[in-house]
């Protein structure tokens, strides 16, 4: 364990520019296809249907929260977790790489197998994308001590949310200037861009090997421990209640850059101005949520109680203590 630990503080910069490098990246690559802004604009060239536009934020919500079960089984008996992570990080991108060739290739003939080829597509990034939080999250869990897991959340989404509100300008020059739907392309093609440069430098991370290692469990086995967690942990049930709420409300949220585009005669290119105000609008409640999760893990770190501070992550409520695995993203 002293081992464990001298290795992650001796890289411990390093993996902090690194891991801010890849969230800054990233950030710019989703703020170019934000499923709230950006895609139900594009999908709405398609279709008058809100049902199938409210797909894209349904879609976005099962595959970050139920995947992941997969994943966190898969990871939990690995000494390193940066091979698996790595390689479903390269499955996230290559969807985007198709959407930009297809949307180009398409234009705007075949709506039905428009609607249908993104749909999937954008299903496989969002599966992606919930099997990639656990190993992760267990990543980050190892390379950054807990005391400054909140600065480093913190800067690392607040910067990046920022950069994120560069590229919602950005996409709504692009849109405007463009035709559709080529101007949508090029979006893809930037988000895929972007989102691959920021694997190159996760894949730069220099992760330490598990102190200790589980015994790999069968499937079976790890399910039927959830409920009893679930029972046990009242932090972890509140969570899951939150997080049902949110999902429920976030259907109806990809509407709302529709509705502004249809009742107020706009063009498709105010979605980058709503994608800039709510980029500026999370950058700000960023910025106070890890202000507050400095206090809150320094407060943990120093009581009495056998906490998570020993373990990988700090939010206890996004794990199973019986599993030592994360089960949900952030």
Known sequence: MEHFDAYAEKNYRWNLGVSWAD???FSIGLAFCTDLTILPVFLNNFTDSKMIISLIPAITMLGITLPPLLSAHYIESLPRKKPAATWIGAAMRIPWLFLAIFAWYLGDNSPALNITLFLG???????SWGLVMPPWLDIIGK???LQRRGFFMGVRFAVGRLAGMAAGFAAYYLIEKGTFPTNFALLFALSFVFMTVSLGFFAMTREPAQPVVKAKRKFADFMRAIPTTIRHDRNFYWFIMFNMLV?????ALGLYAVYGVQHFNQTDSISGIFTAVMMFAQTIAYVAWGQWAIAAATREASSSRPS???WPLSWRWLRLPSTGTTLSSC
């Open 23 to 25: 969230g800054l990246l």
């Open 121 to 127: 597509l954008y299903a496989i990034f969002t599966i």
């Open 143 to 145: 390379i950054i001590p």
């Open 247 to 251: 999902s429920g409300s976030n259907l």
């Open 308 to 310: 998570s501070a020993s």
